[in-house]
């Protein structure tokens, strides 16, 4: 089994920033990505980002240039730094990580527990 635990999220005005952390626990072999995703009520569940475990990025182009995603691979963390943040980037933000269990083990995709943003205009 493994866990993710995030930390992080509230409420901020429209302009500031928040910053997420989500921390995998458990029967870790290896990780072979962490990100982020978001649902706000009445939308699908959509990716924002993830971080490879060689440090290669990926963002949804509604965050490029805002959001950054970074990732400490000794310490099975990952963080969400969030800036010049909109109204409409309010959600449950869920953290996300590709994990296999063991060498010969297939990755497997875990889920955090989810935090709400919520982002006043």
């Known amino acids: 089994q493994v866990q993710l635990a995030e930390s992080g999220g509230g409420l901020v005005q429209a302009g500031g920033s928040l910053r997420l952390s989500c921390a995998a626990s458990?029967?870790?072999?290896?990780?072979?990505?962490m990100g982020w995703y978001r649902q706000a009520p009445g939308n699908q569940r959509e990716l924002v980002g993830f971080?490879?475990?060689?440090?290669?990025?990926n963002y949804a182009d509604s965050v490029k240039g805002r959001f950054t995603i970074s990732r400490d691979n000794a310490k099975n963390t990952a963080l969400l730094q969030m800036s010049s943040l909109k109204p409409e980037d309010t959600a449950v933000y869920y953290c996300h990580a590709l994990v296999a269990t063991s060498g010969t083990s297939p990755t497997y995709q875990w889920w955090g527990q989810g935090t709400q943003v919520t982002v006043s205009s």
């Open positions: 971080i490879t475990s060689g440090g290669t990025t």
């Open positions: 458990g029967s870790i072999f290896s990780i072979s990505s």
